[in-house]
């Protein structure tokens, strides 16, 4: 159980991994998303002809990490130092709370076992059910930083 709120470095790592783009796109999977990685939803009443300013974008990832907080904060039952947490909020905040709470990951952090628990971010480098090379040096990034 933690308090913790992500460091300025842990804002800025997620800030790089997603990038920054101020029109609507479709990410690899699809979806709708914009600004720093935000995932569009209909009470977001954000259009494909929406141009976010920086602010905004600023705004929305700090709406989507309350999610991550609440996320960390309901499941996670150790007390974590800021590194770890700035971690799993970057991996959360790629992946989704519902991915994390089914995670191998999650089981082996809750047991204590840390180096366990950072060597299962490289197992999440899937997506559209295939390996993503950005995918696996985003995960190496993120189990650095966790250890």
């Keep these: 159980m933690t308090d913790l709120t992500i460091s300025q470095r842990g804002r800025n790592m997620i800030k790089q991994e997603e990038g920054w783009r101020p029109k609507v796109y479709r990410d690899i ?4 998303t914009i600004g720093h ?11 494909f002809d929406t141009i ?3 602010e905004e974008g600023d705004e929305l990832l700090s709406k ?16 974590l130092n800021q590194n770890e947490f700035d971690a799993l909020c970057s991996f959360i905040f790629n992946l989704g709370c519902g991915n994390f709470v ?10 204590m076992d840390l180096n366990g628990a ?3 971010f490289t197992k999440w480098d899937m997506a559209g059910g ?5 995918l696996r040096n985003r995960r190496l990034r993120e189990q650095s930083l966790f250890l």
Excluded: F, M, R
């Excluded at 999977?29 to 709708?32: D, E, F, S």
């Excluded at 990685?37 to 259009?47: N, R």
């Excluded at 089914?102 to 809750?110: E, P, R, V, Y």
């Design 102 to 111: 089914k995670s191998t990951l999650l089981k082996k952090l809750n047991a």
């Design 118 to 120: 950072a060597d299962e």
């Design 29 to 32: 999977l699809g979806k709708p």
């Design 52 to 54: 976010l300013s920086p």
């Design 130 to 134: 295939q390996h993503n090379a950005s």
């Design 64 to 79: 989507d990490l309350q999610k991550v907080y609440a996320c960390i904060k309901e499941h996670v039952s150790v007390q």
């Design 37 to 47: 990685g935000h995932l569009v939803l209909p009470e977001d009443h954000i259009h």
